[in-house]
Structures are given as C-alpha cells and as structure tokens.
C-alpha cells in the first residue's frame, strides 16, 4: 500500500467510526406525549396492507402512536423470544399460528375487552370457528386478521381437457383417487406431465388431515400418548404415501413440477394455503375449490388457521392495545384485507364480497370455503405437539415416503406400520421426557374446542 | 547474556500479539463458557428461570432424543469423507500449482477464490445447481443419459450433496499446502532424481513426508471445521425448501441440531450439554491426532 494511500484510508475509517457512533447516539424518535405501542411484525408480502392500515390507525387516533418493526419471517421467533427474554416485549406481536403455544404464558387475557365491546365490535359478524381459533381453555388469546382452511383446489383446465366431472361435496377417498388415476398422464410429444394431485411435504397439513379423515387421531385427549400406531391412524398414513408409491398419481418428493398447483400441471391440490388465491388469479390459472374429499369415517373434516395479532401482558397500555384490535377487526379493516386477497373473517364483508355473484372470477364457489370453516379444526396451542410432530414424527414420515422399493400393498402397509410405531415410540418418549415437564408448568394443555 | 536479553524481548512480543486474542477470549468466551456448562445442567427456555435438573441433560441426549444419534452419525460421516476427499484435491491442486507454469498467479486466485465466499453465499448457488429439475448438474447428468437424482429433496442423496459442495472450498488448506511445498528443498528432488527415482518415488518419498506437518494441521483444522458445519446445512436445507435438516434428518447435523434445540424450541439447557459435548468430543479428537501424529508427522 503506498504511503499517500495509507492516511486517506485511515481518514475514511474514521469518519464512517464517526458516523456510526453518531447514529447509535441519535435520540429514539420523539412521540410528542403520545402513547407508543411497539408492534413485531414478520416481513410478509402483506406488508404493504399493514403499512397502509397502520397509517389509518394512526390518523383515526392520533394520541397514539404506532411504532411498527419488520424482521424477516425466519428471525421473528427469535427476535421475538429475546426481547421478552429480556425484558422488552413488543406491545403487539403476530399471533394465530403453531408457534404461539410458546407464548401463552406472556399473551394478554382478551376476554374482558372481547366481553365488554362484544357489541360494539358486533362479536356475532365474526365467524364462531374463526372465534374459536383465537381461544384457549376459554380464553381469547389474539384478535383475527384472516384465516386459511384446508380445501380440495382444482384445475378446470385439466379436468376440461380430460373431459372429467368437477370435485363435489359428496366425494370420498375413492372418487378423488379415481378421478387424479384417470388424470394423471406422463409427459409426451413436447407437452408435460400432468399429476392427479400433489403431496404436501414436509410438515402435517396433509398427513394429519387423512389420518383424522380415516379415524385416527395424533395424541389422546390429555396429550399424553401419541396415537399414531393405531389402525385408523395408519389406515390414513397408508392413503397418504400410498398416492405416490402405489397410484402414483402424485409425485415423489422433489419430482413435482416446479410452483406446485400454481404450475398448472397439477390436477388437483389436497389441503392448500388460501393466501395462495390472488397468486392463482394473478397468474391466469383456472380453477376452483370444493370440499375436502371424506375418509372412511370423518366427512370431508378440515383445519383452519388464522392470522392474527396479539398483545403482550407486560403492556403498559392494555387499552390502546385493544383500540388498535378493534380497529384491525374492523369492517374496513378486513375489507381491506380481502380487496388485498385474504378471506374475511366478517360474515357481512364476506357476503358483501368474495360471497356476492361475480366478485371473483376465480374460485367460482368461494363459498365453499365459508363451508369447510364451518367443519373445521384449529390448530393445536400446544409447543409439546409442534416440536414432537416437526422434529420427532415428520422425519419418519419423510423417510417412509421416500422408500422407493417396489413393494406390494401388503409388504407397503407393513413398512408404513413400522414407521408409524417408530413415531409413536419416539413421540411417546418425548412426553415422557421433555413433554411431561413442559405440561406441569401448565404451558402446553393442547387445545380443545 | 546477550542471548538472555534476545529471549526477553521475545517473550514481551509474544504477549503483546497473543494480548488481544487472550483478552478477547476472557472478555466473551470464558463468561458464556461458564455460563452455559451451568445451563447444561438445568432447565432453561430462556423466559423462565434455569432450574437444576442435574445431568438429566445429558441423559436424554444420550438415551431418549430421537436427533441426536442421526445428528452425530451425520457429521460423522460428512468429517470421514469430506476432510480426506477435501485434502486430496487441495493437495492436488496444490502440486498442480506449485508447477511453474504461465499464469501461476492467476490460476492460483482463481481456485482460492471461492474460499473466500461466505457458506450462505455459496450454499444458494449450490442448491440450484442441484435443483432436481432445472439444475446444472442435473441437466449434464440428463446430457450424458443420466436421469440425476433429487439431490436436495432426496434422504440418500442430501449428504453427499453437501460432500459435494464443501470441496468447493478448498481454497485455504491449497494455500498451505502451496507453502508447504515450496518449503522443500530442490536439493533433494535433484538427489533423487540422481537416483533414477520416478515423479511418484520424488512424491512419496521427498514430497509427502517433508509436507506432513501442514498435512496433520490441516488435517486437524479440517475436522474441527467438519464437526461444526452449519452455515451451509442451514441454508441447504431452508432454500431447498426441505427444511434446516431435512428430508427426514439427512442433512441433521450435529450444530444444526444444537442450533434447532436452541432457537427453535429454547431448550438452552440441552443446548448446552450439546455444545459440551461436542467441545469434548473435539478436545478427545485433537489430542488422539496430536498422539497419532507423533508416528506419522516429520519433524526436523
């Protein structure tokens, strides 16, 4: 390095040291005697809506001010675990899905602002299920935004070209199967292959859903055994991975077409994401909804899944916590949400939109979704049944739907047997261990209905 | 007298350099060191107090955590393949190297370059060129009549995916062996050549013994780095969209799932007795390699 080079460098470093240190000392931004709320916010592509209603929160009541945060979604559990470790907690959090069983504990009771302004929020517009949801053991937890349930999606394109019934109300297992054997064809002559329907990976959505449809359950009532070993739980097992190694109308994991339903190239779609919607549409794609397909014992039983936001009980401002609530539970507040594509938790939005004739193009009968609300399960507020279904279950899941041996149905259900008693096994060890202690702390009651 | 003072002064540098790492090690490892072989002993997720367990930790780990074992046998497997697999194409391009021909310096940075990539960096171009569809490797597999496999999404082939991707960094052990080589004498290559020896005798005899201490220093270093991979499983596995681990704990490795019991789940307690035991399982490595090694590393 030459010698005139060697102070500029040194000028430089200096003066970006200045600036950071300058930066770090910078008064916290000024909130004029008004009320801060903190609000964590996962980096999503609602991000925009959230902005423009903050925005609108903040005009219809300018005492308060809303300090919002993003983290990137694969942070926000950490983030979030930190700052109540260390004293700090947000005000408001994102709430409603799996992980906030970690955060009963630290979550501010609703109930008596849900009791006292039950009219004023006009509690019956709120779909009970979508209620339901945002309780545990009676008490309301967090406040909905919108919700997603499991649904059968399907490709009007590929059952037109096939010349093929569309998905009813009153299918089962055999019709579904039927119609996606009878859909599925491989690639040929410069067109792609065409799966019946896909499998979803990974994690529970699938699997879980066919186990309780066959009559199985995961755990016991009391969440003290796990059940998977039982023979409607592995009727349901065998049904799921039985599509990919015996049907074959699905792909195995990592052969599908890139997108999933949104490729096109997928018939039919077991269990989906109704955030997905606008992307569908976006894209062109015709399609539509019907009711899950029924199992040998459950009809058509679904799960549904919320969005939704909380309040930490450390709050300093519980009301203006419940101000910003009812203003996000809104009736303009969830028009807003559905003009930005979600599903609204409001029966009157919802009847004044995605239920009205010619709202949507795409699904044509969106009111199946209201449907599958109204026989749907809601996840549980359990961290024992997160950790045990991701980290001890799934893998075994995983590992038995990827063994490619070529075997009859008979030698297939005694592999799938063996993996479910694993998982049992190992599942039943975990809430002996680590799951037993967590329950005595009484943070990990699973939820009931 | 002379030779009293020389040391002296020696010795008052060598503080002075090893002062800030020193200093640096007891102001932000020693604390959280002790602090966590506390922990190890207790129940902590992080909100509620640690309360003392013993070494039920331990226990658990060792007898009733269904991802330990695979996360030990994982990292296991990826240390006994990659490291040798790593030394040999360092090594081997390193004698390529160490060849004096046009552009030496020039082939030189470009086979470290990639070292100097971070393991998130690299590990999102590795994931599409495995990508089971559209990959790189896939389509010249597809080229020569291959039908490539699922790499990312597959339980048999995920691992060797990742043996495949950790050669890419092979840059820093390729340096060394590179001054490794350059440090034996042309002398003796002369006085073997006199004795009719072959390109093989000169590397077997002259070159491989003379280069052992960078061989077992890289050798140590290279395990070490093996038994915690991390950065690129994390990645593997989130941009695959498999999941950190997955499928079905293929790619689980030993600080991976560490990491997972931490900041997924908050069992800081376990996470801790992991952490202390793999600071155990390298300490008892080492020091075997430092014993093995005195029968095998030349010294002077």
Redesign the interface.
């Known amino acids: 390095m030459s010698g005139k080079l060697r102070p500029t460098i040194l000028a430089v470093l200096l003066v970006a040291m200045a600036a950071m240190v300058i930066a770090a000392l910078r008064p916290p931004e000024k909130p004029d005697g008004r009320t801060v709320l903190t609000w964590l916010v996962p980096m999503q592509l609602d991000r925009p809506l959230l902005e423009k209603l903050a925005k609108q929160f903040g005009e219809q009541n300018p005492d308060i001010h809303l300090r919002m945060t993003f983290v990137p979604g694969?942070q926000y559990?950490?983030k979030l675990?930190?700052l109540?470790?260390s004293g700090h907690p947000p005000d408001l959090f994102y709430a409603g899905d799996v992980w906030v069983a970690?955060y009963r504990?630290?979550l501010l009771d609703l109930t008596p602002f849900f009791e006292r302004d039950a009219a004023e929020i006009d509690l019956d517009d709120i779909y009970p299920a979508v209620l339901a949801a945002c309780r545990t053991d009676g008490q309301y937890l967090f406040t909905p935004r919108w919700f997603s349930v499991a649904l059968l999606y399907y490709n009007r394109t590929i059952f037109d070209e096939a010349k093929e019934a569309y998905p009813t109300a009153d299918w089962t297992w055999d019709e579904y199967l039927a119609a996606a054997k009878r859909l599925t064809r491989p690639a040929s002559a410069g067109k792609p292959a065409v799966w019946g329907s896909q499998i979803v990976?990974?994690w529970w959505g699938e699997w879980l859903t066919l186990v309780r449809q066959a009559g199985g359950e995961l755990f016991d009532a009391d969440m003290k055994r796990c059940t998977l070993d039982e023979p409607e739980a592995i009727r349901g097992m065998m049904f799921y991975i039985e599509k990919v190694r015996r049907h074959r109308v699905s792909p195995?994991?990592?052969?599908g077409?890139?997108g999933g339903f949104a490729s096109g190239q997928l018939a039919m779609e077991l269990v989906g994401h109704t955030g997905n919607w606008t992307q569908f549409n976006q894209i062109g794609l015709n399609w539509d909804i019907a009711l899950l397909p029924a199992g040998p014992t459950e009809k058509n039983r679904s799960e549904v899944a919320i969005d939704a936001v909380g309040a930490s009980n450390q709050t300093k401002h519980p009301e203006a916590c419940w101000r910003f609530f009812k203003f996000i539970m809104s009736k303009p507040s969830i028009r807003a949400h559905v003009d930005a594509g979600y599903l609204s938790i409001r029966k009157s939005v919802a009847e004044q939109t995605l239920l009205a004739p010619g709202y949507l193009k795409h699904p044509q009968h969106a009111a199946v979704a209201y449907e599958a609300l109204a026989i749907s399960d809601h996840g549980a507020h359990s961290?024992d049944f997160i950790?045990i279904v991701r980290?001890?279950i799934q893998?075994?899941i995983?590992?038995a739907l990827?063994d490619d041996r070529d075997l009859n149905e008979s030698d297939r259900l005694a592999a799938v047997t063996a993996a479910c008693r694993r998982a049992a096994t190992?599942a039943n060890?975990?809430i002996q261990?680590?799951g037993t202690?967590r329950r005595q702390?009484g943070s990990g009651i699973p939820a009931k209905r | 007298m002379a030779q009293a003072s020389r040391r002296s002064g020696e010795s008052v540098w060598f503080w002075i350099l090893v002062a800030p790492a020193v200093l640096g090690f007891l102001a932000f490892n020693l604390g959280p060191m002790i602090e966590s072989l506390y922990l190890s002993f207790t129940k902590y997720d992080v909100i509620s107090p640690p309360q003392y367990i013993g070494v039920r930790n331990y226990t658990y780990l060792i007898f009733n955590d269904p991802a330990f074992w695979p996360s030990v046998i994982v990292t296991a497997v990826f240390a006994a393949v990659s490291v040798p697999l790593g030394l040999i194409s360092a090594l081997g391009v390193a004698l390529l190297l160490n060849r004096k021909v046009a552009g030496q310096g020039v082939f030189r940075t470009i086979y470290f370059l990639p070292s100097l990539l971070p393991a998130t960096a690299s590990g999102v171009v590795w994931v599409f060129i495995f990508h089971p569809t559209f990959g790189l490797l896939n389509r010249l597999l597809y080229f020569v009549g291959i039908e490539g496999p699922a790499w990312t999404q597959s339980v048999t082939w995920a691992l060797p995916a990742l043996i495949i991707m950790s050669l890419w960094g092979f840059g820093q052990p390729m340096v060394i062996f590179l001054a490794g080589l350059q440090d034996v004498p042309d002398s003796l290559y002369e006085a073997a050549d006199l004795d009719g020896a072959s390109r093989w005798q000169q590397f077997r005899n002259v070159t491989l013994p003379l280069i052992t201490p960078v061989l077992f220093f890289n050798l140590v270093m290279g395990l070490i780095g093996a038994l915690k991979v991390f950065d690129s499983a994390y990645v593997f596995g989130s941009t695959s969209g498999v999941g950190p681990g997955g499928p079905a704990r293929a790619t689980l490795f030993y600080a991976l799932n560490l990491y997972q019991k931490a900041f997924s789940y908050f069992h800081m307690g376990l996470a801790s007795a992991m952490a202390w035991l793999l600071f155990l399982a390298i300490l008892a490595l080492t020091a075997f390699n430092f014993w093995l090694g005195k029968r095998w590393v030349h010294s002077e």
């Open positions: 694969a559990q950490t675990k930190t109540i470790a970690y504990p630290f990976t990974g195995a994991p990592g052969r077409p890139d961290p950790e980290e001890v893998p075994e995983d590992r990827a190992a060890d975990f261990t680590l202690e702390d």
